[in-house]
């Protein structure tokens, strides 16, 4: 009898489940929606985020109002703009955290991944696939100096993973030097070379054999390495930043990466340059490497890479470094990484920025962005502590946290994301698409200097 219910049970939670999913991909397939509908998506959005997702988010979302009766819910997105499912439009200053250097759903981008969709999607494992080695061949032509061979990934932490574990090949080497303020990741390599300690140590101990040294300390980055030298552990790589994203939009003193390179070279250590938000652009050449003329041994690569249409990393490195791996290429392998549509995501994405000089229009917009922000806060010195940034790679610093929370919250309320960055805390960054109007960092610059006004 029990038997009988539980059955009857099962059915009827499987005729809801499948009743929901049919609801939800009618909502996909709606280009438009109603008024009820949107209420609808809001209410099951917070009520499963807080259920099902994480609530923390919940507490953490700027965009949730006190008790998490209301939230803003993302619906679409269009050049430098997206829009909630009530139809506020925003600019977005955030860019998915830099994924958008060719802005929201470009044309290009989104046409070269439906063309590849129309006749395969994934590769088989098997045979050889096209689309990789042509953007392989790419990168190759475009990234400086000479790097050569390639390696897909699906993210910037597997990027960082790949090139750690190509640098432990290379060398029968265990030591790796990272800088405080860094950022490359949260999986457990990855993670080694991230700074914070927040994000660190519930998951101590981590990879045996990082050491980290102040960014931009040279006198201390020569010690470390010959310390390391005299006791034995010699270093198999530096892995850094170019300038510093979610440690708050850190630039580099003037020749500290080149004196890193003669460094590496003087004692046959790799240099490995995590470009993830870097490249693609966003500082003003296709990538900081060409902007500080300094080639690393190892590029990482993934954010913007994928033309925010499709999620797409790589690493790039010298062939003396990779032919490690080509005696058994399956020593590091993904099932995604390198897919038909992220490779054709990726290369539009190359195309579009090559075709519209992007990154030297991010090096002019980037120019003028920054002065007006500085503009903007003058007669606020008590609260904002300093503006930085090189290209559309900009930060705002405040005197303490609560007064760039305050920021970015009044601004978001004003249709104009931003946020903080995640090593530190007071720094709210600026990373909109590179195809930004003038007229659209215009209302960033003024909405800016109005919310200071506000803040008490």
């Keep these: ?39 609808w998506i809001s209410k099951e959005t917070i009520q499963h985020f807080r259920d ?71 590769h088989s494992q098997d045979l050889l696939d096209p689309l990789r080695a042509m953007l392989a061949k790419i990168l190759a032509d475009i990234t400086p100096g000479d790097l050569k061979y390639s390696f897909f990934t699906n993210s910037g932490t597997e990027s960082v993973e790949a090139a750690l574990k190509l640098a432990k090949m290379y060398s029968d080497r265990t030591t790796f030097i990272s800088t405080t303020h ?3 990741g949260k999986s457990l390599g990855a993670l080694s070379g991230t700074a914070k300690g927040v994000f660190r140590k519930p998951f101590l101990p981590l990879i045996p054999g990082f050491r980290h040294v102040p960014f931009g300390d ?54 490995i340059f995590d470009e993830v938000q870097t490249g693609m652009g966003r500082t003003g050449k296709m990538f900081a490497s060409d902007l500080y003329q300094v080639v690393p041994d190892i590029l990482c690569l993934a954010k913007a890479f994928g033309g925010g249409v499709m999620p797409a ?26 897919n ?17 000089n992007l990154p030297a229009r991010a090096a002019e917009v980037g120019e003028y962005f920054l002065q007006g922000l500085k503009d903007a806060a003058e007669g606020h010195e008590d609260l904002v502590m300093e503006i930085r940034g090189q290209g559309l790679m900009i930060g705002i610093e405040f005197e303490r946290d609560e007064i760039g929370w305050e920021v970015s919250k009044g601004m978001f309320e004003r249709g104009i994301l931003v946020a903080g960055t995640l090593v530190n805390s007071k720094t709210i960054r600026i990373e909109p698409p590179l195809t930004i109007k003038y007229d659209e960092v215009n209302t960033v610059i003024q909405t800016f200097k109005e919310v200071l006004q506000t803040i008490r």
């Design 1 to 39: 009898m029990s038997t009988n219910i539980e059955r009857k049970q099962e059915e009827v939670k499987e005729k809801n489940v499948h009743q929901y999913i049919k609801q939800v991909l009618e909502m996909i397939e709606k280009e438009e929606i109603t008024e009820a509908e949107a209420n």
């Design 182 to 184: 860094a950022f490359h």
């Design 340 to 356: 038909p549509l992220a490779c054709a995501a990726a290369i539009a994405t190359i195309d579009v920025l090559l075709e519209e």
């Design 52 to 122: 099902h997702v994480n609530p923390g988010f919940l507490d953490y979302r700027k965009t949730v109002t006190e008790g998490g009766l209301s939230a803003a819910v993302e619906w679409s997105d269009k050049d430098s703009c997206f829009k909630d499912v009530n139809g506020k439009e925003y600019i977005d200053c955030l860019g998915g955290f830099g994924i958008y250097n060719v802005g929201h759903r470009n044309e290009k981008v989104v046409k070269a991944v439906s063309d590849q969709l129309k006749r395969q999607a994934l």
């Design 218 to 271: 040279m006198d201390m980055m020569r010690k470390t390495f010959e310390t390391c030298a005299l006791v034995g552990e010699d270093v198999a790589a530096v892995l850094l930043e170019p300038i510093q994203g979610e440690g708050g939009i850190i630039l580099p003193p003037e020749g500290y990466l080149q004196q890193v390179r003669e460094l590496c070279d003087q004692y046959d250590a790799l240099l």
């Design 313 to 338: 990393g790589a690493i790039v490195a010298k062939e003396k470094v990779f032919k490690s791996w080509f005696d058994n290429p399956f020593m590091h392998t993904t099932t995604f990484g390198g």
